[in-house]
């Protein structure tokens, strides 16, 4: 059996021509001058595995230790052979294109990986915004007319964002990240995106972006309601600290934790648990492990870690990841 332990991971990052260095500004990473759009933290995926850099299994990968002890590591959730979940940060420097994914009943229909995702907002530029979903009574008819005219953005709903927003956006809504947003991304673990419309922008070789309209029409959702921000749910109070439901779904679930002392932890062992330091600074600790974590950071707690306690250096707020059952 492997070793159990909290489990750290090197950040994956992509260079996307609508990032910035706003993530390794915010976080002190130090890395060269360029474009880190997005830092993939917690992925199991060929394109962006994550590679554990701690403990025992320093240098292997994700999937390699799920595919040996699955119930270990992930726990009773997703399929049991991959990490179900891609936790990611964005940095929108620029809007990101106008695209959709599919749905768990229209990617079985139509293809491609199902992806439902939410947004934690950790920084917004005054008047950011994020489009989420079309405006009523749009028909396909008039949607193709506008991609065709280049006035889609007309067809969007737009909600302000500021830090500590939270939005849920199920696959087959339509939707675009806006500039001058810093987000985590909790989402199912899929990389399929149908772009519809990229704003008039050209990639690095001067050339428009490619478009999948026809996918994109395939998955939509038309009647899909007016979407909100996620009003977070007060859980309860322990001395100083204080617990929040930032969001729950049968894919998912996010709270937050605002600690100014330590938070014992006991848990059922169905699901890991994935911890992001927004603020502050903490340390997991276990009979045999600690691991400091500073803002910035995640760290993955195995299914059958199922008891461990975060000591508080700096008064922190942490974002916890897990999957309900």
């Known amino acids: 059996m492997n070793p159990v332990y909290p489990l750290l991971f090197k950040p994956v990052y992509q260079n996307y021509i609508w990032g910035g260095d706003r993530i390794p500004r915010t976080f002190n990473r130090k890395l060269p001058d360029g474009i880190y759009a997005e830092s993939w933290e917690v992925s199991d995926r060929p394109e962006g595995m994550s590679v554990i850099e701690n403990g025992a299994l320093a240098g292997q990968s994700l999937a390699e230790v799920i595919q040996r002890e699955p119930e270990t590591y992930v726990g009773a959730v997703g399929d049991g052979h991959r990490f179900p979940l891609l936790i990611k940060l964005i940095d929108a420097r620029e809007t990101l294109s106008v695209q959709v994914h599919p749905n768990d009943e229209s990617a079985e229909l139509c293809g491609g990986e199902a992806k439902t995702e939410m947004w934690y907002v950790l920084a917004a530029d005054d008047g950011a915004c994020v489009y989420a979903g079309l405006k009523p009574t749009v028909s396909e008819k008039v949607f193709r007319e506008a ?12 909600l302000p964002v500021k830090a500590g927003d939270a939005i849920f956006m199920p ?33 690095a070789d001067g050339q428009p972006r490619p478009l999948h309209l026809e996918q994109a029409l395939s998955v939509m959702e038309w009647s899909d309601a007016t979407p909100s921000r996620v009003e977070p749910r007060l859980l309860g109070h322990m001395e100083q600290n204080e617990l929040r439901e930032i969001l729950a779904c049968p894919l998912f679930r996010m709270e937050r934790l605002t600690l100014k002392e330590a938070w014992p932890t006991a848990h059922d062992g169905l699901s890991f ?24 950071t995640c760290c993955m707690i195995p299914a059958a870690l199922t008891a461990y306690s975060i000591d508080v250096e700096e008064a922190a707020e942490v974002l916890r990841i897990t999957v309900p059952q």
């Open 171 to 203: 696959g087959g809504r339509v939707h675009a990240i806006g500039a001058g947003c810093l987000l985590l991304e909790v989402q199912q673990n899929s990389n399929t995106t149908y772009r519809i419309y990229d704003w008039g922008r050209v990639g």
């Open 273 to 296: 648990q994935v911890l992001f330091v927004q603020k502050g600074a903490v340390s997991v600790c276990t009979d045999t492990d600690e691991v400091k974590l500073q803002a910035g």
């Open 147 to 158: 991609v065709e005219h280049n006035s889609l953005g007309e067809l969007l709903n737009v």
